[in-house]
């Protein structure tokens, strides 16, 4: 039972008795003596309070001169922000008043319109047992249960971060990523699990609380793939790699080539294309699925729905776009840009985006050259060189992102000149019209094209404009990211982190570049 307080009114004044607890029950809280003097106005000592709480030796403790009225056993109810509890904290009557009864409570609640989920047994037994200065639940709503969205369950990996495994001498495995999801016929390639309602709650007044609505989706699946008649399960229709591109499921097949090259000219295949030897300069591999190249890759392009795997590397102006990870030796002189990560043992003289995080490990490691960015982290060893190598390293937002906030700025401003342009000219003819003019089937026609236009325009920066906004707040929501280097960080190099940024001036070692206090600040690994 919970140590509780009595008041106790003698000849010589006013005082309370402390009870301490018994059966491992609290201790009184002096709060919710003084709580209850200050509600019944009465005058106190609150070191004499603080002192008769704390000792609690059950003797009574004068507070005041005051000869009081007798307070007849009380009540206190709580009733939670959510309309879901109600607790009753029954303090005692001073000794010899008058004891509350049961339908008051019921009263006191109806009182209170509280209707659903009133406990009578928990009522019940506190006037069968009496216990004080302990909070009863006293009424009780019914949560809400609720439910949950549907989820598509992938029974493969998705991951778009390439992570390198290090070897037992040290050295960087980029090759063994098990980054292609090889898939045999017939095997389960996604589950879909249905949304499920909520059940509505009711709270202490009666009142019905809907469930969060839910959201439904789909098992979206294309070539090569089979669905299920029920619609829950999607298997492979044939072997090859899977992948998901834009949320769709594909099983592609591999073309296999020895070279890209005169003899074979450009490649365009829906499916995954293994090149065993070179991609030559100046030709082109375009696929749905994975690129995988054994040889080098020199002044080529290479656009791949999901992965680009490089076994030796990319040079000479050579051009590359995943919907996936990019990993390869080394990207020299060349333009890549990944949805997913980047792994590389050196990138010179480059410029490289990815939609999550670069990784330049290995024996070398450096990014020195050119721009290197990525929405979540950049690690490297070195960034920069001894040499002042003009480097941009930038982080906190997807760059494909702040692309299409760029294409936008610019759409919405063309459109606005336009409008801007024809609205003389339309002010000009409603104005003409209104005052009679008479005109021919020529400028009509004229009239009716600029009018249709300013429409179309109008719509449009509507439409950007909505984008924008909402590209701006995924902008917003971008979450904490760094530069990490395991080694040295060579004055020139340049660190922009969101919209801030630094320069390196001197050295930096074994550092982390993070934002703090509303500045680009170093951070130790």
Same mark, same amino acid.
Request: glycine share 10%; net charge negative; proline share 3%.
């Given at each position: 039972?919970?140590?509780?307080?009595?008041?106790?009114?003698?000849?010589?004044?006013?005082?309370?008795?402390?009870?301490?607890?018994?059966?491992?029950?609290?201790?009184?809280?002096?709060?919710?003596?003084?709580?209850?003097?200050?509600? @019944?106005?009465?005058?106190?000592?609150?070191?004499?309070?603080?002192?008769?709480?704390?000792?609690?030796?059950?003797?009574?403790? &004068?507070?005041? %001169?005051?000869?009081?009225?007798?307070?007849?056993?009380?009540?206190?109810? %709580?009733?939670?922000?959510? @309309?879901?509890?109600?607790?009753?904290?029954?303090?005692?009557?001073?000794? *010899?008043?008058?004891?509350?009864?049961?339908?008051?409570?019921?009263? $006191?609640?109806?009182?209170?319109? +509280?209707?659903?989920?009133?406990?009578?047994?928990?009522?019940?037994?506190?006037?069968?047992?009496?216990?004080?200065?302990?909070? &009863?639940? +006293?009424?009780?709503?019914?949560?809400?249960?609720?439910?949950?969205?549907? !989820?598509?369950?992938?029974?493969?990996?998705?991951?778009?971060?390439?992570?390198?495994?290090? @070897?037992?001498?040290?050295?960087? %495995?980029?090759?063994?990523?098990?980054?292609?999801?090889?898939?045999?016929?017939?095997?389960?390639?996604?589950?879909?699990?249905?949304?499920?309602?909520?059940?509505?709650?009711?709270?202490?007044?009666?009142?019905?609380?809907?469930?969060?609505?839910?959201?439904?989706?789909?098992?979206?699946?294309?070539?090569?793939?089979?669905?299920?008649?029920?619609?829950?399960?999607?298997?492979?229709? !044939?072997?090859?790699?899977?992948? +998901?591109?834009?949320?769709?499921?594909?099983?592609?097949?591999?073309?296999?080539?020895?070279?890209?090259?005169?003899?074979?000219?450009?490649?365009?295949?829906?499916?995954?294309?293994?090149?065993?030897?070179?991609?030559?300069?100046?030709?082109?591999?375009?696929?749905?699925?994975?690129?995988?190249?054994?040889?080098?890759?020199?002044?080529?392009?290479?656009?791949?729905?999901?992965?680009? &795997?490089?076994?030796? *590397?990319?040079?000479?102006?050579?051009?590359?776009?995943?919907?996936?990870?990019?990993?390869?030796?080394?990207?020299?002189?060349?333009?890549?840009?990944?949805? *997913?990560?980047?792994?590389?043992?050196?990138?010179?003289?480059?410029?490289? $985006?990815?939609?999550?995080?670069?990784?330049?490990?290995?024996?070398?490691?450096?990014?020195?050259?050119? !721009?290197?960015?990525?929405?979540?982290?950049?690690?490297?060893?070195?960034?920069?060189?001894?040499?002042?190598?003009?480097?941009?390293?930038?982080?906190?937002?997807?760059?494909?992102?702040?692309?299409?906030?760029?294409?936008?700025?610019?759409?919405?401003?063309?459109?606005?000149?336009?409008?801007?342009?024809?609205?003389?000219?339309?002010?000009?003819?409603?104005?003409?019209?209104?005052?009679?003019?008479?005109?021919?089937?020529?400028?009509?026609?004229?009239?009716?094209?600029?009018?249709?236009?300013?429409?179309?325009?109008?719509?449009?920066?509507?439409?950007?404009?909505?984008?924008? $906004?909402?590209?701006?707040? !995924?902008?917003?929501? $971008?979450?904490?990211?760094?530069?990490?280097?395991?080694?040295?960080?060579?004055?020139?190099?340049?660190?922009?982190?969101?919209?801030?940024?630094?320069?390196?001036?001197?050295?930096?070692?074994?550092?982390?570049?993070?934002?703090?206090?509303? %500045?680009?600040?170093?951070?130790?690994?």
């Amino acid at each position: 039972m919970n140590g509780y307080f009595q008041l106790v009114i003698t000849p010589k004044g006013t005082g309370i008795k402390v009870y301490a607890p018994t059966d491992g029950g609290q201790p009184l809280n002096v709060n919710d003596v003084r709580d209850y003097l200050d509600d @019944r106005k009465i005058q106190y000592d609150v070191v004499i309070i603080n002192d008769a709480v704390t000792k609690a030796e059950e003797n009574v403790v &004068i507070f005041t %001169d005051a000869q009081l009225l007798p307070e007849r056993e009380g009540c206190k109810f %709580d009733i939670s922000k959510d @309309r879901m509890t109600v607790t009753a904290f029954f303090y005692p009557p001073s000794e *010899g008043a008058e004891l509350m009864t049961e339908k008051e409570v019921m009263d $006191s609640l109806a009182y209170r319109k +509280v209707t659903y989920g009133i406990q009578t047994d928990a009522i019940h037994d506190f006037f069968e047992h009496r216990k004080y200065c302990t909070e &009863i639940v +006293v009424a009780q709503g019914k949560p809400v249960k609720e439910g949950h969205d549907a !989820k598509v369950e992938l029974h493969f990996s998705a991951n778009l971060r390439a992570k390198p495994t290090l @070897r037992e001498d040290g050295s960087v %495995d980029y090759f063994h990523l098990n980054l292609i999801n090889n898939v045999e016929a017939g095997q389960l390639l996604a589950t879909l699990h249905p949304e499920e309602l909520g059940e509505p709650g009711i709270n202490i007044y009666g009142e019905n609380i809907k469930p969060h609505a839910v959201k439904s989706t789909y098992i979206k699946y294309g070539k090569n793939t089979v669905l299920s008649e029920d619609k829950l399960t999607l298997t492979a229709e !044939k072997s090859g790699h899977v992948t +998901v591109k834009e949320g769709k499921i594909t099983v592609s097949d591999v073309l296999t080539l020895e070279n890209v090259d005169v003899a074979t000219g450009n490649i365009e295949y829906e499916g995954s294309v293994q090149v065993k030897g070179v991609v030559a300069s100046n030709f082109s591999v375009k696929a749905g699925g994975n690129i995988v190249v054994k040889g080098i890759v020199e002044g080529a392009v290479l656009d791949a729905g999901a992965d680009v &795997i490089l076994e030796c *590397g990319v040079k000479a102006g050579g051009n590359i776009k995943a919907g996936g990870n990019v990993v390869t030796k080394f990207i020299e002189n060349a333009n890549i840009s990944a949805r *997913g990560g980047i792994t590389s043992e050196c990138i010179l003289h480059s410029t490289v $985006s990815s939609g999550t995080e670069i990784n330049v490990t290995g024996k070398r490691g450096f990014i020195a050259g050119g !721009k290197v960015s990525a929405a979540d982290k950049i690690q490297a060893k070195i960034l920069g060189s001894e040499m002042g190598a003009n480097t941009v390293i930038e982080v906190g937002a997807d760059p494909q992102l702040k692309l299409r906030l760029k294409e936008l700025q610019k759409s919405i401003a063309a459109a606005s000149k336009n409008i801007e342009g024809i609205k003389p000219t339309i002010e000009g003819f409603t104005k003409m019209l209104k005052a009679g003019a008479k005109f021919t089937p020529d400028q009509v026609a004229n009239a009716k094209k600029l009018i249709e236009l300013n429409k179309t325009l109008t719509m449009q920066i509507e439409k950007d404009s909505e984008e924008y $906004s909402e590209l701006m707040e !995924k902008l917003a929501e $971008s979450k904490e990211a760094e530069v990490i280097v395991e080694g040295t960080a060579y004055p020139g190099t340049t660190v922009n982190i969101g919209e801030l940024s630094m320069i390196v001036k001197k050295p930096v070692q074994y550092s982390r570049f993070v934002v703090k206090e509303g %500045d680009v600040r170093l951070a130790p690994i």
